[in-house]
Protein backbone atom coordinates (compact mmCIF):
# COMPACT_ATOMS: atom_id res chain seq x y z
CA UNK A 1 0.00 0.00 0.00
CA UNK A 2 1.49 3.67 -0.54
CA UNK A 3 -0.48 6.57 0.40
CA UNK A 4 -4.33 6.27 1.55
CA UNK A 5 -6.56 3.54 -0.26
CA UNK A 6 -10.49 3.31 -0.42
CA UNK A 7 -12.69 0.20 -0.84
CA UNK A 8 -14.68 0.01 -3.13
CA UNK A 9 -14.24 1.82 -5.99
CA UNK A 10 -18.38 2.05 -6.52
CA UNK A 11 -21.49 0.85 -5.38
CA UNK A 12 -24.96 0.34 -6.54
CA UNK A 13 -26.80 -0.11 -3.09
CA UNK A 14 -30.40 -0.41 -2.42
CA UNK A 15 -32.34 2.20 0.14
CA UNK A 16 -32.67 0.55 3.34
CA UNK A 17 -29.49 -1.16 3.25
CA UNK A 18 -26.41 -1.03 5.85
CA UNK A 19 -22.78 -0.30 3.83
CA UNK A 20 -19.43 0.07 5.39
CA UNK A 21 -17.37 2.32 3.26
CA UNK A 22 -13.47 1.72 3.76
CA UNK A 23 -10.13 3.39 4.03
CA UNK A 24 -6.47 3.03 4.97
CA UNK A 25 -3.43 4.90 5.11
CA UNK A 26 -0.12 3.69 5.28
CA UNK A 27 1.73 7.49 6.09
CA UNK A 28 1.34 7.00 9.64
CA UNK A 29 -1.09 10.35 9.79
CA UNK A 30 -2.31 10.82 12.53
CA UNK A 31 -6.00 13.10 11.30
CA UNK A 32 -8.26 11.27 9.29
CA UNK A 33 -11.61 12.49 7.21
CA UNK A 34 -14.53 11.67 5.76
CA UNK A 35 -15.67 14.15 2.98
CA UNK A 36 -19.15 13.84 0.15
CA UNK A 37 -18.25 15.52 -2.66
CA UNK A 38 -22.16 16.24 -4.60
CA UNK A 39 -22.34 18.10 -7.99
CA UNK A 40 -22.41 22.37 -7.80
CA UNK A 41 -21.67 22.02 -4.25
CA UNK A 42 -17.58 21.86 -2.36
CA UNK A 43 -16.57 19.09 -0.59
CA UNK A 44 -18.41 18.26 2.69
CA UNK A 45 -16.86 17.03 6.19
CA UNK A 46 -19.02 13.93 7.23
CA UNK A 47 -16.55 13.12 10.23
CA UNK A 48 -13.35 13.42 11.36
CA UNK A 49 -10.88 11.52 13.79
CA UNK A 50 -7.84 13.63 15.11
CA UNK A 51 -6.30 10.62 16.68
CA UNK A 52 -6.90 6.41 16.82
CA UNK A 53 -9.41 6.28 19.87
CA UNK A 54 -10.96 9.57 19.16
CA UNK A 55 -13.53 11.02 16.00
CA UNK A 56 -15.59 13.92 15.64
CA UNK A 57 -18.85 15.13 13.41
CA UNK A 58 -18.24 17.73 10.44
CA UNK A 59 -20.97 19.55 8.57
CA UNK A 60 -23.32 16.45 7.56
CA UNK A 61 -22.95 13.92 10.08
CA UNK A 62 -26.47 12.29 10.08
CA UNK A 63 -27.06 8.81 8.70
CA UNK A 64 -23.32 7.91 8.99
CA UNK A 65 -21.04 6.76 11.62
CA UNK A 66 -17.46 6.37 11.99
CA UNK A 67 -14.49 4.06 14.16
CA UNK A 68 -11.25 4.63 14.52
CA UNK A 69 -9.74 1.28 15.86
CA UNK A 70 -6.32 2.22 15.07
CA UNK A 71 -4.08 4.63 12.81
CA UNK A 72 -4.55 3.27 9.54
CA UNK A 73 -7.95 2.62 9.02
CA UNK A 74 -11.52 4.90 9.37
CA UNK A 75 -14.32 2.80 8.17
CA UNK A 76 -17.35 5.01 7.26
CA UNK A 77 -20.80 3.06 7.86
CA UNK A 78 -24.39 4.12 6.61
CA UNK A 79 -26.55 2.10 8.62
CA UNK A 80 -29.89 2.66 6.34
CA UNK A 81 -28.95 4.12 3.01
CA UNK A 82 -31.36 6.71 1.41
CA UNK A 83 -31.02 8.33 -2.04
CA UNK A 84 -29.80 11.27 -0.80
CA UNK A 85 -26.61 9.87 0.01
CA UNK A 86 -25.60 9.31 -3.48
CA UNK A 87 -22.39 11.12 -3.77
CA UNK A 88 -18.85 10.70 -4.35
CA UNK A 89 -17.25 9.77 -1.10
CA UNK A 90 -13.38 10.87 -0.28
CA UNK A 91 -11.46 9.71 2.88
CA UNK A 92 -8.24 12.35 3.42
CA UNK A 93 -5.70 12.10 5.94
CA UNK A 94 -3.01 14.57 7.78
CA UNK A 95 0.04 14.79 9.88
CA UNK A 96 -2.57 16.19 12.48
CA UNK A 97 -5.84 17.75 12.81
CA UNK A 98 -3.94 21.08 12.90
CA UNK A 99 -5.03 22.32 9.46
CA UNK A 100 -1.78 20.75 7.35
CA UNK A 101 -2.09 19.56 4.22
CA UNK A 102 -4.92 16.77 3.43
CA UNK A 103 -3.93 13.40 1.10
CA UNK A 104 -6.79 12.04 -0.32
CA UNK A 105 -8.24 8.55 -1.52
CA UNK A 106 -9.32 7.68 -4.77
CA UNK A 107 -13.18 8.11 -3.82
CA UNK A 108 -15.75 5.84 -3.73
CA UNK A 109 -18.77 6.66 -6.20
CA UNK A 110 -21.86 5.49 -4.11
CA UNK A 111 -25.24 5.13 -5.38
CA UNK A 112 -28.60 4.55 -3.53
CA UNK A 113 -31.73 3.95 -5.38
CA UNK B 1 -22.31 31.54 8.01
CA UNK B 2 -19.08 30.17 6.56
CA UNK B 3 -18.98 31.39 2.60
CA UNK B 4 -16.15 29.85 0.19
CA UNK B 5 -16.97 31.92 -3.41
CA UNK B 6 -15.38 30.77 -6.81
CA UNK B 7 -15.96 31.41 -10.59
CA UNK B 8 -18.07 28.00 -11.32
CA UNK B 9 -16.20 27.81 -14.87
CA UNK B 10 -13.54 29.79 -16.65
CA UNK B 11 -12.12 29.24 -20.34
CA UNK B 12 -8.33 30.12 -21.17
CA UNK B 13 -5.97 29.42 -24.29
CA UNK B 14 -3.15 26.91 -24.28
CA UNK B 15 0.32 29.05 -23.34
CA UNK B 16 -1.81 31.97 -22.37
CA UNK B 17 -2.63 32.85 -18.18
CA UNK B 18 -5.20 32.68 -16.34
CA UNK B 19 -6.15 33.91 -12.59
CA UNK B 20 -9.04 32.17 -10.45
CA UNK B 21 -10.18 34.06 -7.82
CA UNK B 22 -11.56 32.95 -4.33
CA UNK B 23 -13.56 34.92 -1.91
CA UNK B 24 -13.61 33.81 2.12
CA UNK B 25 -16.09 34.85 4.82
CA UNK B 26 -15.18 31.92 7.56
CA UNK B 27 -15.31 32.24 11.27
CA UNK B 28 -11.91 32.33 11.87
CA UNK B 29 -8.43 31.88 9.47
CA UNK B 30 -5.38 29.73 9.49
CA UNK B 31 -4.71 29.30 6.32
CA UNK B 32 -6.07 28.94 2.53
CA UNK B 33 -5.02 25.82 0.35
CA UNK B 34 -5.70 25.60 -3.10
CA UNK B 35 -6.02 21.86 -4.85
CA UNK B 36 -6.23 20.38 -8.30
CA UNK B 37 -9.31 17.71 -9.34
CA UNK B 38 -8.87 16.33 -12.58
CA UNK B 39 -12.16 14.80 -13.57
CA UNK B 40 -12.92 11.52 -11.88
CA UNK B 41 -10.27 11.44 -9.50
CA UNK B 42 -8.85 13.06 -6.03
CA UNK B 43 -8.03 16.45 -5.15
CA UNK B 44 -4.42 16.91 -4.49
CA UNK B 45 -2.62 19.64 -2.55
CA UNK B 46 -1.23 22.79 -5.18
CA UNK B 47 -0.37 25.07 -2.47
CA UNK B 48 -0.91 27.08 1.08
CA UNK B 49 -0.81 30.61 2.01
CA UNK B 50 -1.43 31.89 5.76
CA UNK B 51 0.42 35.28 5.56
CA UNK B 52 -0.30 37.87 2.93
CA UNK B 53 1.15 38.10 -0.15
CA UNK B 54 2.17 36.39 -3.06
CA UNK B 55 3.34 31.96 -2.87
CA UNK B 56 5.46 31.30 -6.13
CA UNK B 57 5.56 27.61 -7.36
CA UNK B 58 6.78 26.98 -10.50
CA UNK B 59 4.13 27.96 -13.53
CA UNK B 60 1.40 27.98 -10.24
CA UNK B 61 1.57 31.19 -7.42
CA UNK B 62 -0.97 31.83 -4.79
CA UNK B 63 -2.00 35.21 -3.44
CA UNK B 64 -3.26 36.05 -0.20
CA UNK B 65 -5.27 39.06 1.31
CA UNK B 66 -6.58 38.37 4.96
CA UNK B 67 -7.86 41.84 5.32
CA UNK B 68 -10.07 41.72 2.20
CA UNK B 69 -10.82 37.60 2.51
CA UNK B 70 -9.32 37.00 -1.37
CA UNK B 71 -7.06 34.62 -2.74
CA UNK B 72 -6.21 33.69 -6.11
CA UNK B 73 -4.53 30.99 -7.84
CA UNK B 74 -2.61 31.83 -11.14
CA UNK B 75 -1.54 29.34 -13.82
CA UNK B 76 0.93 30.61 -16.21
CA UNK B 77 1.89 28.73 -19.48
CA UNK B 78 -1.25 26.71 -19.96
CA UNK B 79 -1.05 23.60 -20.69
CA UNK B 80 -4.36 20.98 -22.21
CA UNK B 81 -2.92 18.90 -18.81
CA UNK B 82 -4.09 21.31 -16.34
CA UNK B 83 -7.49 21.57 -17.45
CA UNK B 84 -9.14 20.76 -14.28
CA UNK B 85 -11.51 21.86 -11.25
CA UNK B 86 -9.60 23.90 -8.59
CA UNK B 87 -10.60 23.80 -5.30
CA UNK B 88 -10.24 26.83 -2.83
CA UNK B 89 -10.36 25.96 0.76
CA UNK B 90 -9.98 27.83 3.86
CA UNK B 91 -8.88 26.56 7.54
CA UNK B 92 -11.60 27.90 10.06
CA UNK B 93 -10.74 28.54 14.08
CA UNK B 94 -11.24 25.03 14.42
CA UNK B 95 -8.76 23.90 12.09
CA UNK B 96 -11.58 22.29 9.68
CA UNK B 97 -11.61 23.05 5.93
CA UNK B 98 -14.17 24.68 4.42
CA UNK B 99 -14.42 24.50 0.80
CA UNK B 100 -15.86 26.67 -2.16
CA UNK B 101 -17.14 24.34 -5.13
CA UNK B 102 -14.56 24.68 -7.14
CA UNK B 103 -14.23 26.29 -10.71
CA UNK B 104 -13.80 24.20 -13.65
CA UNK B 105 -10.88 25.57 -15.99
CA UNK B 106 -11.20 24.83 -19.49
CA UNK B 107 -8.33 25.03 -21.47
CA UNK B 108 -8.52 25.62 -25.53
CA UNK B 109 -5.78 24.70 -27.83
Known amino acids: IAGITQAPTSQILAAGRRMTLRCTQD?????MYWYRQDLGLGLRLIHY???????GKGEVPDGYSVSRANTDDFPLTLASAVPSQTSVYFC????????????FGPGTRLTVL | GQNIDQPTEMTATEGAIVQINCTYQ??????LFWYQQHAGEAPTFLSYNVLDGLEEKGRFSSFLSRSKGYSYLLLKELQMKDSASYLCAVCDSNYQLIWGAGTKLIIKP
Open chain 1, 27 to 31: MRHNA
Open chain 2, 26 to 31: TSGFNG
Open chain 1, 49 to 55: SNTAGTT
Open chain 1, 92 to 103: ASSTSGGGDEQF
